[in-house]
């Protein structure tokens, strides 16, 4: 079945730092990927989706790009503020149908001011 | 646009007793879906329904969970029996799906936090 890998379980940041945060994926189907951010009391929402078709995503300052080959994806920002502090999670799209979706575990970024 | 609704925020139940949560889609929304978070399994899929039909209920734990849908406007999830390893965050999604492997944006409501004492 489809399963999505997010090794890193905690980011600690100051203001301004760099933020890169990868995963990687399996799945038979063409692949539909997208980050969604969870904060506090809050469901999870759409941060960025990307697709075979277009390989990049590009929203609120956060790029998403992934890689085929490796068959990897990864969240990054340049320079990330106190109110990114946040659960970031790399999802999968059930490529055969498009509905159900897989969670990473989720990477906990905490940015100090 | 208000966004899923999900009722009740919170609810504290006792063992053996039935909890029912309800879920109101956005309007216009074919697809519904729910999703459990815990801390030790993080966010897992239940079960789907579009058009009011289900269609995937594989995430459903076989015993004493149920779903139902009677109408577009709102998703039901009854837990009978609860039992402690029950609690969990409870979250209803909606998109506007189509048949054919549309990957349309799943739109979450805040949860309900279910405790089972």
């Known amino acids: 079945g489809d399963s999505v890998t997010q090794m890193q379980g905690q980011v600690t940041l100051s203001e301004d730092d760099f933020l890169f945060i990868n995963c990687t994926y399996s799945t038979t189907w063409y692949p539909t990927l997208f980050w969604y951010v969870q904060y506090p009391g809050e469901g999870p929402q759409l941060l960025l989706k990307?697709?075979?078709?277009?390989n990049k995503g590009i929203s609120r300052g956060f790029e998403a790009t992934y890689d085929k080959r490796t068959t990897s994806f990864h969240l990054q920002k340049a320079s990330v503020q106190e109110s990114d502090s946040a659960v970031y999670y790399c999802v999968l799209g059930d490529g055969g149908m498009g509905y159900k979706l897989t969670f990473g575990t989720g990477t906990s970024l905490l940015v100090d001011p | 646009n208000a966004g899923v609704i999900q009722t009740p925020r919170h609810k504290v139940t006792g063992k053996g007793q039935e909890a029912t949560l309800w879920c109101e889609p956005i309007?216009?929304?074919?697809?519904v879906f729910w999703y459990r978070q815990t801390i030790v399994q993080g966010l897992e899929f239940l079960t789907y329904?579009?058009?009011?039909?289900?269609?995937?209920d594989s995430g459903m734990p076989k015993e004493r969970f149920s779903a139902q849908m009677p109408n577009q406007s709102h998703s039901t999830l009854k837990i009978q029996s609860t039992q402690p390893q029950d609690s969990a965050v409870y979250l209803c999604a909606s998109s506007l799906d189509y048949w054919g492997g549309a990957k349309d944006t799943q739109y979450f409501g805040p949860g309900t936090r279910l405790l089972v004492l």
């Open positions: 329904f579009r058009n009011q039909a289900p269609i995937d």
């Open positions: 990307v697709t075979t078709a277009n």
């Open positions: 309007s216009g929304h074919s697809a």
